[in-house]
């Protein structure tokens, strides 16, 4: 209402006045009536770029309605900053854009854009953003299920803003590792930093905090059974961030209360709150809440035996969830197709051109002496030239294309999208899938230069191409230092599981072997393995940037077979256990809890059983 009441009487001292107050004042909420007020403001274009800047920095942080404009915001303010060489506001725009791309699902240049803002908090000696931007990376990977990531960067995070005096920031990163810290079932070591951070939060009056705390104390509280502690903590959460407006929040804490209502197969509450969550989600755009929300109602619906809502819900989960992939390679693949197309059609311009100098060449042919005649004999075996030339490399590029695609597709599916420019899914009920990743990868990555990076992950994915390629089984993709694979398809087959779990073991040896012999000290990794048998649909994603995935229940639990493995272990489910248990010794781990999932059954894999043969 202030800045609504000044701007009649604007002038340039008005204006500086204005943001002078907004300088000297911490924002932590935002506030979309600020946003509107600031608008009138940008629009006179009559600031000078101290001022603008400030500016700038106010709108991208408030805009909460139109998250596109607060990204341009923010792009603005990270120009300006850099033709002024202002590295504080330079860290305050990178830390913009990464906040918004966050919400948005767009991780990759969330991630980018925090570790951009880090060198420029530095540079400004700006301690509290350093801490500030830490703790947004461990939000990033906390969102995307990088546990070891997550933790290392917020214990960085809270270590730097303890050397500081800002009480909120050091109360935020102790309330997000806390959150990071239950969902790794540390609930003691979560429970200690909520409390930390709810006195924190209560002595500066600060009730999104307060809320944050509430609920996700009533998070850690429902993972222990004590449901009805959970529901109060939570419910007054959600009351607190609704008067705040804070629908990121809400729609997540309303799906926790879908969860402790779901294990209480109390449906149609459960229903209630998952719907809620959706909806918020989908007005909002928060693609993540959306994706979570989708697969809640999915089994929601499936447990109430509901099939067609149950897979209508499902397929706009797999939507949302592909929406935040990462398809570089694919997007390689495509743009060597396009250059392909475009060197195809120059060719046929350049003949042409060259058939209506032969015509020229062969009227004036008709009137001129010997001399024109040889010229134009030159002339054609020129053209024989160019022409034989641009076919063979028409040709080498089409062999180019053609190969790269079959390193990319299964050759049935590559065959498929040659012939008709589509592939169709298919369901298979009998697939093994497998997952693998490598402990301590981030940390090894931040000390690493990326030509030695990338020399490290090619040594292991080359030989675990070759090791599946052994077995017939099929390479699905790699993400980061994430390694996927499946066998039983795109031929259906009986032995995949057996194959699958010998791939596991060439897998384990050949890194214990690179770890035990390395005499040149190369970067060696531990790893660890998981294996799920099911039912999964393939497909090809996309029209253009295209790649060949597979989807289902049994991927998401061979996902969960990984993460809950140890290290040097190959992790399997109860499915793929009663497949192979005649072959293999294997180790009963017991019943251990997986979100979403409940208590699942898990294997270790010790070995063949004596006398096995394969």
Known sequence: MIVKRL?????????????????????????????????????TKKLNNSEKMELLRNLSFNESNNLELSLKYAEELIALSKAEKNYLYLYRGYSQKGNKNRIIGNFNIALDSYFKSIDAAAKAEYVIGEGMSYMFIA????????????????????????????????????????????????????????????????????LIGIAYTLGNKGMVFAKQGNDELAIKNISEAISILEKQEDYY??????????????????????????????????????????????????????QAGNIPESFTYYKKYITYRDSVRNLEEVEKMGNLRTNFEVSKKQAEVDLMIQQKRTQKIIAISSIVSLVLVFLLAIGLFRRYRFIKKTNSIIEEERKRSDTLLLNILPEETALELKESGKVVAKRFESVTVLFTDFEGFTQYAENLSP?????????????????????????????????????????????????????????????????????????????????????????????????????GDTVNIASRMESNSARGKINISENTFAIIKDSFDCEYRGEVEVKNRGMMKMYFVNGAKEGMKF
């Open 7 to 43: 701007f009649g009487y604007f002038t340039n001292i008005v204006i500086y006045l204005i943001l002078l107050f907004f300088q000297q004042s911490v924002v932590f909420a935002q506030d979309q009536k600020v946003a509107d007020s600031l608008v009138k403001i940008y629009k």
């Open 139 to 206: 939000d990033v990977y906390s969102t995307m299920g990088s546990k070891e990531n997550a933790e290392l960067y917020y214990d960085k995070a809270i270590k730097i803003l303890r050397r500081t005096t800002n009480r909120l920031s050091l109360a935020t990163a102790l309330l997000n590792a806390g959150d990071e810290y239950s969902k790794n079932l540390k609930f003691n070591l979560a429970l200690n930093y909520f409390n930390e951070a709810g006195t924190i939060f209560k002595k500066e009056n600060y």
């Open 249 to 302: 929040g809400i729609s997540d804490y309303l799906l926790y209360m879908s969860d402790i209502y779901f294990k209480r197969k109390e449906w149609k509450s459960a229903l209630d709150y998952a719907k809620r969550s959706l909806d918020i989600a989908q007005k909002q755009g928060l693609k993540d809440q959306v994706q979570k929300s989708s697969l809640i109602l999915s089994e929601l619906y499936q």
């Open 451 to 551: 030509e030695k990076l990338v020399e490290s992950v090619d040594y292991y994915f080359s030989k675990f191409d070759a090791i599946i390629e052994k077995y017939d089984l099929e390479k699905i993709k790699t993400l980061g230092d994430s390694y996927m694979c499946a066998g039983g398809l795109p031929f259906p087959t009986e032995d995949h599981a057996y194959k699958m779990i010998l791939v596991a073991q060439e897998i384990l040896e050949f890194v214990q072997h690179s770890n035990r012999e390395n005499p040149l000290n190369h970067t060696r990794f531990n790893i660890r393995i998981g294996i799920n048998t099911g039912p999964v649909v393939a497909g090809v994603v996309g029209t253009k940037k295209f790649a060949y995935d597979i989807w």
